[in-house]
Nanobody, 114 residues
Framework: QVQLVESGGGLVLPGGSLRLSCTAS????????MSWYRQAPGKERELVAI????????NYLDSVRGRFTVSRDNAKNTLYLQMNSLKPDDTAVYYC???????WGQGTQVTVSS
């Protein structure tokens, strides 16, 4: 059974940092591109970051480039999103996804507020 489980969300002050994790199981993790998406209240879900299975390609939403870093540990079947210099506009539910499949985690809430 394919499963993605996110963790690491929470409430943080503007300018703060969080690291999200996504633990994968039930498929060949290292063979798949993985993505992070987010959905803010009243807005469409948007792609935040993508990383190749071999970690030789990464790309980011323009508004997070330079602040967020996507990474992966294929030995641990885990995807990460390091988020620095957080802004209130980053408030959203964050989801990990197998890029090529309609398989999503349950999401983790990130709230940036003073």
């Amino acid at each position: 059974q394919v499963q993605l489980v996110e963790s690491g969300g929470g409430l943080v002050l503007p300018g703060g940092s969080l690291r999200l994790s996504c633990t994968a199981s039930g498929f060949s993790f290292s063979s798949h591109y993985m993505s992070w998406y987010r959905q803010a209240p009243g807005k469409e879900r948007e792609l935040v970051a993508i990383i190749a299975g071999t970690d030789d390609y990464r790309n980011y939403l323009d508004s997070v480039r330079g602040r967020f870093t996507v990474s992966r540990d294929n030995a641990k079947n885990t995807l990460y999103l390091q988020m620095n210099s957080l802004k209130p506009d980053d408030t959203a539910v964050y989801y990990c996804k197998i890029t090529s499949k309609d398989v999503w985690g349950q999401g983790t809430q990130v709230t940036v507020s003073s």
